[in-house]
C-alpha cells in the first residue's frame, strides 16, 4: 500500500459521515447513494470472473489455478450465497432489499436494471435512472474500470470491497432500530465486514498479487487505480456528509409550551 492509498485509507475509516448516520432520513440518504458501490463491486467482480474464467490460456499452471480458484470463492460469497434452505441471493439482492425495508427509494437501481436489459448503455442508463450527480459521477469511474487489464481491475476490486467501514457505524445502524427497520441493512453490513475476515476479502488482495506477476510496473499500475478509487470513493463520501449536514439543518424545530411561553429546543 503506498503512501497517498494510505492516507486516503485512514481519511476514509475515519470519515465523519459515519457519525452523521443519526437518523432515520440520514440513514435513508446514504442507503440510496451508497448502492451504487454495492452494484459497482459486483460488475467488477462479475467482469474479472468472465476475464479469468475465458482468457486464462494455460489452466495447468499453479497460477491459474489459484486465481480461479480464488475468483470462485468470491463469487461463491458474494453472488450466490447459500441462504442454507434451497435458496441462494447475492448481496446486490440483499442491499436493495434491506433498502425496501428500511424506506429508501429503490427505484433508482430498479430503473438502472431495467435500463441494462433494454441495452441502454450503461454510462447512459446511470445518466437517466435518477441516482443522485454524485452517485453517477462514482459509478462511471467503476465503469472505466471494466475495460481495463485483469490487474488493475483486481485493485479496483479489493479496494471496492470497502475495508475501511468501521465497525462502530454498525453500532450506529443499530441505534436506529426503534425508529426504522434496520434489521435486513444489518444483516448486509454484519455479514461484509464479517467476510473481510474470511477468504473472500484475502482473495481479492491475493490476486492482485499473482496477476501483478512480480512486475514492478504492473504494481505500480494497481496503485495508480487504487488512489484513484481511493480518492472518488473520499469525494462521495464528502458529498454525502455534506448532504446529511443540510439535512439536519432543515429539520423543524421542537417548541415547548412552558408557562405560556414557547421554547425552540
Known amino acids: 500500500m503506498s503512501f497517498i492509498v494510505d492516507r486516503y485509507y485512514q481519511m476514509l475509516e475515519n470519515h465523519k459521515l459515519y457519525n452523521l448516520v443519526n437518523s432515520p432520513q440520514s440513514l435513508v440518504t446514504f442507503l440510496e447513494s451508497h448502492v451504487v458501490c454495492v452494484w459497482g463491486y459486483h460488475a467488477l467482480l462479475r467482469s474479472l470472473y468472465k476475464d479469468l474464467v475465458t482468457k486464462i490460456q494455460n489452466i495447468n499452471s499453479d497460477s491459474s489455478k489459484e486465481c480461479l480458484r480464488l475468483i470462485t470463492e468470491v463469487v461463491l460469497d458474494e453472488v450466490v450465497e447459500d441462504l442454507g434452505d434451497g435458496q441462494f441471493q447475492s448481496h446486490l439482492e440483499l442491499y436493495i432489499e434491506a433498502m425496501e425495508d428500511a424506506g429508501a427509494n429503490v427505484s433508482p437501481i430498479l430503473t438502472f436494471f431495467d435500463m441494462l436489459e433494454k441495452g441502454f448503455a450503461v454510462r447512459r442508463s446511470l445518466e437517466l435512472s435518477g441516482f443522485t450527480p454524485e452517485s453517477v459521477r462514482y459509478a462511471k469511474t467503476i465503469v472505466g474500470f471494466l475495460n481495463e487489464p485483469m490487474h488493475k481491475k483486481a485493485a479496483a476490486l479489493f479496494y471496492e470491497g470497502e475495508p475501511f467501514i468501521p465497525d462502530h457505524f454498525l453500532g450506529r445502524i443499530e441505534s436506529l432500530g426503534q425508529r426504522m427497520a434496520t434489521n435486513l441493512i444489518l444483516d448486509y453490513f454484519e455479514g461484509h465486514i464479517e467476510g473481510l475476515k474470511r477468504p473472500g476479502f484475502s482473495a481479492t488482495g491475493r490476486l492482485v498479487e499473482i496477476l501483478c506477476c512480480g512486475d514492478k510496473v504492473l504494481h505500480e499500475q494497481a496503485e495508480k487505480v ?40
Do not use: S
Open 226 to 265: 487504487a488512489e484513484k478509487i481511493m480518492k472518488t470513493r473520499l469525494e462521495l463520501w464528502n458529498c454525502l456528509g455534506n448532504i446529511i449536514d443540510l439535512q439536519e439543518d432543515d429539520l423543524p424545530v421542537l417548541r415547548v409550551i412552558a408557562g405560556g411561553k414557547e421554547l425552540g429546543l
